[in-house]
């Protein structure tokens, strides 16, 4: 005669969504209050063990996790938990640094990831606005005061859960002319008739136009 005796297997208790971003932290407890031996895997890759009642884990890189109890052998159920990788923009925002106050110009980052959004904003909000859509891999931009910063955050969502970078800024200010008229030819005394060139000094301010004028 062979008798045994089949107990409850342990399982993993925890609350709040599975989906999370980098960085948070979750807490695990066994659900018949008793000790077991905890594990978590990445992929294939133990990576942490740990052993009592219940634990918490901080979760610092993207990728999907195994969660699973053991007791005596038994092993529960995995509790898979899905970490969103921390966006980022490697490559910063690209256009004009000077500009004319209460004109738009374009901004945009160099890339274009199908799964993100792109919220661009301007910093201090007082000091200029998004034209039209803020959303894209490129937006017009209106400043309105002599600095400014224009702002990019990267998002990703899913499963209700959005995980954001960190803002990437990037640095504008108005446009400060003070050209100087250069005589190129670098004489004072001018004979009729004849031709004579200038040129326009804007101290390294790259100019759409220039309007001359010869008054006398």
Not at 41 to 56: C, Q
Not at 115 to 123: G, L, Q, T
Not at 148 to 167: E, I, L
Not at 179 to 189: A, H, K, W
């Amino acid at each position: 005669k062979f008798s045994f005796t089949v107990v409850d297997n342990v399982e993993v208790v925890t609350s709040g969504p599975l989906t999370l971003c980098t960085g948070t932290s979750k807490s695990f407890t066994s659900s018949n209050g008793q000790p077991v031996t905890w594990q978590v895997h990445l992929g294939e890759a133990l990576i942490h063990t740990a052993n009592g009642v219940g634990f918490s884990y901080t979760f610092n890189t993207g990728g999907t996790y195994v969660i699973t109890a053991n007791q005596n052998g038994c092993v529960s159920n995995p509790v898979v938990v899905d970490v969103i990788a921390k966006p980022t923009v490697p490559g910063g925002i690209s256009g004009p640094n000077k500009v004319c106050l209460n004109v738009p110009y374009t901004y945009s980052v160099n890339e274009d990831d199908p799964e993100a959004v792109y919220v661009w904003s301007v910093v201090p909000a007082a000091n200029g606005s998004v034209v039209g859509s803020n959303a894209g891999t490129q937006a017009d931009i209106i400043i309105t005061a002599p600095t400014a910063t224009v702002r990019v955050v990267k998002q990703y969502t899913k499963n209700g859960v959005t995980c954001y970078s960190d803002p990437i800024d990037y640095g504008v200010s108005q446009v400060v002319l003070t050209p100087t008229i250069v005589n190129d030819t670098g004489t004072t005394l001018f004979c009729p008739s004849s031709a004579y060139t200038f040129s326009a000094n804007l101290n390294g301010v790259v100019a759409d136009h220039i309007e001359w004028q010869v008054l006398g």
